[in-house]
Every structure is written in structure tokens, then in C-alpha cells.
């Protein structure tokens, strides 16, 4: 495994610092209505993206993932002022701005969504690894979901099939808690996720999603095991989301104190803890970082403001391969 080393430390403090700093910003224009549609953000569940990130080979893997999308391309290498120009709707977005929030793609960084049914992207990934298998690629596929996910029919077809083929997948429930308003225990029989592995004979367990160390350990011995002909894993990485599940969301399922609980155990604070513990920078240090992000943050707004809206023309564009099509006359 690639070691954990001070620039590890940094990198991560920089990107998750950068990834909270950028969603803040997407709640603040998501209420002035520069924003519009759903907006589900990620803040808490940082370190699960960290710590794969570090194990993955951002040359060849690939990955898929919910509605909860907008930092992992970032994170895969998309230019951060283009996922924010997408959810403002522009034609500088990742997808020229039809896609918005829940849809970032970019098949140039291998990122392939940005789903909005539940457990859609399961299969989805599954079929990804197949492809790879079958073509002799040894790229490997990270599968994200969510604990409201897992209740879906297609991961059971999606294990099952992964497991007899082998295929080089790594499926990640990432467990908030909760689906919506709904708690684990509402929906559970039991509430140790990672089981479910275990009616496939997959390698499955749980994970502590909000320490980026660990999640890197647990995810490049899964990402190693798939590169090598050793199939899928599942893990359940435990991790806690700090905001509503989307913006309209009154949390009225939850308390005020579970949630300043689990801001004890933040992924940021963790890791500027070890940082600041073991010298590897001092205070001062991290404001600047912390400076450079809150730029850049602006720089990515600016971007997306000054960037135009799509032509009406455009709506037409990605629909119809066959350019003499008939519904194509009432082009405008
Ligand atoms: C098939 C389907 N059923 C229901 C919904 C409505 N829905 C949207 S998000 C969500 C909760 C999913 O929760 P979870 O998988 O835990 O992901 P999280 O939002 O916590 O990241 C539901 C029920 C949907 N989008 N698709
Ligand atoms: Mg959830």
C-alpha cells in the first residue's frame, strides 16, 4: 500500500477542507436560487472518499456512485469550476448543464455518475467491472450506495452475478444512518450491513468511514484483492452526514445533539489533529491552506456565474444521433 506519509496528511486535510468549503457554497447559492432542482450534499461523510481515493490508481479505476455526487469527480480530477458551472445549469458544466446536481459525469476521469434511483448505480457497477474483465483491463471499479440502498432487489442480483464472474468490484455502502428521514433500525432486521456480504461468500466488513487512514487500509486491501483476480468485497463504512439528506429537509427525525456527536468525530478535525500532533504543519500552515481553498471556492463561483446558459438549440444536441431525424425540423 502507498504509505500514509505527511503529504498523505496534507493532501487530505486540502481536499476535504476544499470539498466542505465548496458545498457550503452550494447550500448558500442553492438558496438564492442559482441553484435549483435537488441538492444532497456530503459534509461528514468526507473521509470515505479520502481514504479510497488514496488507494485507487486514478489512471485506470473508475467509479460510480448516488445522488450524492458532486465532490468524488473532483476528487477523480475534474476541474472543480466545471461541476460548479453544472449545477448552475451552464453550458461550461461537466454536461453542458443538462445534467445538474444529481448527474456530474466525465467519462475522460472515469467518473460515471450521479444516479437518482436508489440502487440504480449497483448493477450499473457491476457491469462496469465486467466490461474490464472481459476486455483484460485490470482497472477496478469502486460501487458507492447508500444504507437506504442496500434494501434494493438489484444488489442481490448485482452480488450474486459479481460474485460467480469474479468481477473486480468493490461495492461501498456508505451507512449515514439514515434514507431520507428513515433510521437503519427502521428498515433492518439487522443492522450490521456488512452481513449482507455474507449470503454471497463476499469478502465484507465494517469500516470506520470517518477516519480517512482507515478507510484507506480497508479499501486498498479490497481494491488490491480485485485487481488480482480476487473479486469483489463489500464494505460498510460507518460515517454520519451533517446536513438534511437534500436542502428541504427539516430533520425532524433526528436531534440537534446526535448530530454535534458526531461533529466530535469530524474527519476534518481528525486529520488536522494528527497533522498539528505530529508537527507535519503548524497552525499558521493550515490557515493558508485554508485561504487557498476559500479562493479557489470563489474562483469556482465566479466561473460558474459568468459562464452562459445552454442555447435552446442545445436541447436537441445529445438526443438524436440521426441529424435528418423528423421531429429535428422544430429545431429552433
Ligand atoms: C427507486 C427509488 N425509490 C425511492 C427514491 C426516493 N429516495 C431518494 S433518496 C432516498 C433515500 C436513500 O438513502 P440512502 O441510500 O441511505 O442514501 P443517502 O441519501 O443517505 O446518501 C429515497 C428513498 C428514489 N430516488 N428511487
Ligand atoms: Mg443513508
Known sequence: MKKITKEVYLKW????????????KLAA?????????FLHLYNGQEAVLAGALHAMDLDKDRMITAYRNHVQPIGMGVDPRKVMAELFGKVTGTSKGMGGSMHIFSKEHRFYGGHGIVGGQIPLGAGLAFADKYFKRDSVTLCYMGDGAVRQGSLHEAF???MLWQLPVVFI???NGYAMGTSVARTSHSTDIWKLGLGYEMPCSPVDGMDPAI?????????ERARTGGGPTFLEMKTYRYRGHSMSDAQHYRTKEEVEEY???D????????ILEKGYASEDDLKQIDKKVKDLVKECEKFAEESDFPPKE??????????DYPFLQHKL
Open 13 to 24: 486535510y486540502e481536499d476535504m477542507f476544499f470539498w466542505r468549503k465548496f458545498e457550503d
Open 29 to 37: 447559492v442553492y438558496i438564492q436560487q442559482k441553484v435549483r432542482g
Open 160 to 162: 450474486n452475478l459479481a
Open 173 to 175: 455502502c456508505e451507512n
Open 215 to 223: 478507510v484507506a487500509k480497508e479499501m486498498d486491501k479490497a481494491i
Open 263 to 265: 461533529k466530535k468525530i
Open 267 to 274: 474527519p476534518i478535525t481528525q486529520v488536522k489533529d494528527v
Open 314 to 323: 442545445q436541447m436537441y444536441d445529445t438526443v438524436y444521433e440521426q441529424e
